[in-house]
């Protein structure tokens, strides 16, 4: 049984290598063997760094809290915890059946996503999800002092997540933290670091008539709308000029918003 | 006898690599890598780690089939092999050392492109048993990280003050002497830095010099 079995095996490797069979064998088991090596490497830690990720996001978003002026204190003061909640981005409030615990099986179904039209989609998506989770922090009187926005855009290299933190006045930022990017390390991959983030605080979103008139200058920020733009990342600065603008339009979070600031929240 | 011998053999196969045949000062291969993750030492480190157990494996795995290699495929199979040896280390590395990992970026993933690889697997693993082939893969990766550690280390040293994050010559900031040079951080950097170690190795050890059959045509400007 045993020397049956090995011998197709013998008479394979006796084969000259310039045989066509033995060549297209070779290619075969090489990629098989190959290909099993990834597939098994990526399957058994895909469960780790899904965790590395969610606790690197979780560390963003802390630290972006922390970085806010005066937030260390309220946080404290307010029991030291964010609220969550998932939003319904059509409706401009909270969702009524989505829960963060069932928020990835409801994004699972394409029916809750918007499929965006070429004139509608300036940060590059293709398509927006219906239902995102948002955090609140609130002061003493419950009202909200701090609002983190996921928010996602393409760049040059790839898609840029990041969150955004506007203050109390729903149009002031207060911080931004990347979350993850693509870019060109050195060049669009600087948005990483903390010394632009830092250039979002103060910044303001929208004019008082309501259009979102935020951009990643070319070169220096000039006005209160503007943030550095980094040279040689003219492509990722159009990216997040284009994130900021979609996110916080009509199409984003701007009818959430309009209800927030007309006391819904 | 033979014994002695072969434990020479297998010092010189390993040694050899680090000075008087060193992948990167000698050949200059795999330099993209060498000058792109040497900002500071602890991205060098696993950069060279990471390049070392890659090496090594792929010349161990070349050398076990380099009797039956077909001629007509033999560089996709060795590219094949290489390629995925380097998406389990990358894997590894995001599973493990999530930090490392985004500070190397994508230059883990360009280890497949790496000349240094290839030409050990295609000039030596495909002609040596595989103890000797790994033996050698090993040492060039040693010599690669060697001038990943020395450029590393100067550059962190120079450009932050610093060593594997540790603070070494007082910064002026902080009441010391020491004003980093941001240069050392940027890219030209790396190129002044193993251009100079190239000069100074081969002012060395002159042997190493190229021959004058390798030098450019004479035009009429340039020579005097």
Request: hydrophobic share 50%; aromatic share 6%.
């Amino acid at each position: 049984m045993e020397e049956r079995s090995l011998n197709p095996w013998r008479r394979l490797l006796a084969l000259p290598n310039e045989s066509r069979f033995k060549t297209v064998v070779m290619a075969f088991l090489v990629s098989a063997i190959c290909g099993a090596l990834v597939s098994g490497a990526t399957v058994l830690l895909r469960p780790i760094q899904a965790a590395n990720r969610a606790a690197e996001e979780a560390a963003r978003i802390a630290a972006l809290v922390r970085g806010i002026p005066g937030m260390a204190s309220l946080l404290e003061t307010t029991g030291g915890a964010l609220s969550t909640v998932v939003v319904d981005l059509n409706r401009g409030r909270a969702a009524q059946t989505v829960t963060p615990a069932t928020l990835d099986a409801a994004l699972a179904d394409p029916a809750n996503w918007l499929v965006l039209d070429p004139a509608q989609d300036l940060a590059g998506l293709g398509q927006r999800p219906d239902f995102v989770q948002i955090f609140l922090l609130r002061d003493e009187d419950a009202r909200l002092s701090l609002v983190l926005l996921p928010v996602s855009g393409q760049g040059y290299g790839g898609q840029i997540d990041a969150i955004l933190a506007l203050g109390s006045d729903l149009n002031t930022v207060a911080g931004l933290a990347v979350t993850s990017q693509s870019e060109t390390p050195g060049l669009g991959g600087r948005i990483e670091e903390t010394a632009w983030q830092e250039g979002f605080a103060g910044t303001q979103m929208r004019d008082p008539s309501g259009t979102v008139r935020f951009r990643v200058a070319q070169g220096a920020a000039g006005g209160p709308y503007e943030v550095d733009g980094i040279t040689g990342a003219t492509r990722t600065g159009r990216g997040v000029t284009g994130m900021m603008r979609f996110w916080l339009g009509p199409d984003g979070y701007g009818p959430l918003l309009e209800a927030m600031a007309r006391g819904e929240f | 006898m033979t014994e002695l011998h072969s434990r020479t053999g297998v010092w010189h196969t390993l040694t050899s690599p680090l000075v008087h045949q060193n992948p990167v000062i000698l050949q200059i291969l795999g330099i993209c890598s060498a000058l792109a993750v040497t900002t500071s030492m602890a991205t060098a480190l696993t950069m060279s780690a990471a390049l070392t157990v890659v090496l090594t494996l792929a010349a161990g795995l070349v050398s076990i089939i380099r009797g039956h290699i077909p001629e007509t495929i033999r560089l996709i199979v060795q590219i094949v092999i290489v390629a995925s040896l380097v998406i389990v280390i990358d894997q590894i590395l995001q599973a493990f050392f999530a930090e490392l990992s985004r500070a190397l970026s994508v230059y883990v993933g360009l280890i497949t492109t790496n000349c240094l690889v290839l030409g050990r697997t295609e000039a030596f693993a495909r002609h040596n048993p595989p103890l000797p082939a790994m033996i050698d893969a090993f040492g060039n990766g040693l010599g690669y990280s060697l001038v990943l550690i020395v450029i590393g280390s100067l550059r962190e040293l120079l450009g932050r003050g610093e060593l594997l994050g540790f603070a070494v010559l007082p910064l002026a900031d902080a009441g010391g002497w020491f004003t980093p040079l941001s240069l050392m951080l940027l890219a030209p950097s790396a190129f002044f830095l193993l251009g100079l170690l190239v000069w100074a190795v081969r002012t060395i050890l002159i042997e190493q010099s190229e021959p004058e059959e390798h030098a450019p045509p004479p035009r009429q400007e340039v020579t005097r």
